[in-house]
């Protein structure tokens, strides 16, 4: 089993940043996919980011191009996500998650494992 603890939100104001981790334990998961969605109350989880096992492929929903950043630490067995310029539209709860069975991943039900999920809250 692995376990995901995220961590790194919290309040910023438009324009800001953020850098959320992701820390797995239990087992390595340098040969896992990992993967960050979002939440907000009344919608479904969203994708915004997915890297390979190796970090060399990295693939972003469109509205986090060029202003977010995926990445790993293979060593360290935690996955980040960098949040620069930030908009009010990306407030919600970032989620965590991790597969074995696919090297390429973009959907909710392709991942296994889920952390509990860290609030992003960006003021106008």
């Known amino acids: 089993q692995v376990q995901l603890v995220e961590s790194g939100g919290g309040l910023v104001e438009a324009g800001g940043s953020l850098r959320l981790s992701c820390a797995a334990s239990?087992?390595?998961?340098?040969?896992?996919?990992m993967a960050w969605f979002r939440q907000v109350p009344g919608k479904e989880r969203e994708f915004v980011a997915a890297i390979t096992m190796r970090g060399g492929i990295a693939t972003y929903a469109n509205s986090v191009k060029g202003r977010l950043t995926i990445s790993r630490d293979n060593a360290k067995n935690t996955a980040y996500l960098q949040m620069n310029s930030l908009k009010p539209e990306d407030t919600a709860v970032y989620y965590c998650?991790?597969?074995?069975?696919?090297?390429?991943?973009?959907?909710?039900?392709?991942?296994?494992?889920w952390g509990q999920g860290t609030q992003v809250t960006v003021s106008s």
């Open positions: 998650a991790a597969t074995a069975r696919f090297a390429w991943a973009t959907s909710r039900q392709q991942y296994d494992y």
């Open positions: 239990g087992r390595t998961v340098s040969s896992y996919t």
